[in-house]
């Protein structure tokens, strides 16, 4: 997760870093480990995207259409695999300390413990849902079907300029 000053880029190697790792990572890592999956009498995999999959953080523009395509391949990937023995879950983290970008020192970030806790009693209730959502992460998850998008965008975005 990179700041990104569009105006000023100078050229994408940074942008093409965070696509390498964040989307073609994930990509890479299916093909190479469901044939393996595949042979297991139950197995999951849980891809881990982002609220700002579902609504973007401007400053952080490359990141957040990683987590967005992320979260297209999860459905698509979910959907080919559906009469497998092979789920696939959605983990939707919001903000959280850890040490992705500021996090670590920004008391608007959920703490990770809390967040921890919250996630791992999601995925104790049968059966696991598709998408984990902790109730933080639910304004962004959700923004669009509340009708508010537009609102949450621009609040969030002038929440989060100084976020680097
Ligand atoms: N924290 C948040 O607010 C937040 C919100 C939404 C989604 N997420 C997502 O949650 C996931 C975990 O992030 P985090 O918050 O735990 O961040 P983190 O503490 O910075 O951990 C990121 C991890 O990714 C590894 N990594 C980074 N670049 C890599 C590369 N090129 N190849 C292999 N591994 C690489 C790092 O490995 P090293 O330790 O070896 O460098 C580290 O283990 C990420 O997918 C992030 O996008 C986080």
Same mark, same amino acid.
């Given at each position: 997760?990179?700041?990104?000053? #569009?105006?000023?880029?100078?050229?994408?190697?940074?942008?093409?870093?965070?696509?390498?790792?964040?989307? #073609? +990572?994930?990509?890479?890592?299916? $093909?190479?480990?469901?044939?393996?999956?595949?042979?297991?009498?139950?197995?999951?995999?849980?891809?881990?995207?982002?609220?700002?999959?579902?609504?973007?953080?401007?400053? /952080?523009?490359?990141? *957040?259409?990683?987590?967005?395509? #992320?979260?297209?391949?999860?459905?698509? #990937? =979910?959907?080919?695999? !559906?009469?497998?023995?092979?789920?696939?879950?959605?983990?939707?983290?919001?903000?959280? $300390? /850890?040490?992705? %970008?500021? +996090?670590?020192?920004?008391?608007?970030? %959920?703490?990770?413990? $809390? &967040?921890?806790?919250?996630? %791992?009693?999601?995925? !104790?209730?049968?059966?696991?849902?598709?998408?984990? *959502?902790?109730?933080?992460? !639910?304004?962004? =998850?959700?923004? $669009?079907?509340? +009708? !508010?998008?537009?609102?949450? &965008?621009?609040?969030?975005?002038?929440?989060?300029?100084?976020?680097?």
């Amino acid at each position: 997760m990179r700041p990104e000053k #569009l105006r000023e880029q100078k050229d994408v190697a940074d942008a093409e870093a965070i696509v390498t790792t964040n989307l #073609l +990572g994930p990509i890479r890592l299916t $093909a190479a480990l469901l044939p393996h999956l595949q042979k297991q009498p139950r197995s999951t995999i849980i891809n881990v995207t982002s609220g700002l999959a579902f609504l973007p953080l401007a400053v /952080t523009p490359t990141y *957040c259409a990683t987590k967005a395509a #992320l979260h297209s391949y999860t459905l698509s #990937l =979910r959907y080919q695999l !559906k009469d497998t023995t092979t789920e696939v879950v959605e983990l939707v983290p919001p903000y959280v $300390a /850890t040490d992705l %970008m500021s +996090g670590a020192s920004d008391p608007r970030a %959920m703490p990770l413990a $809390a &967040f921890i806790t919250e996630v %791992m009693n999601i995925l !104790k209730t049968q059966p696991t849902p598709p998408e984990i *959502c902790v109730e933080n992460v !639910k304004r962004l =998850r959700f923004a $669009a079907e509340s +009708g !508010k998008f537009d609102a949450i &965008f621009q609040g969030l975005n002038a929440a989060m300029a100084d976020v680097h």
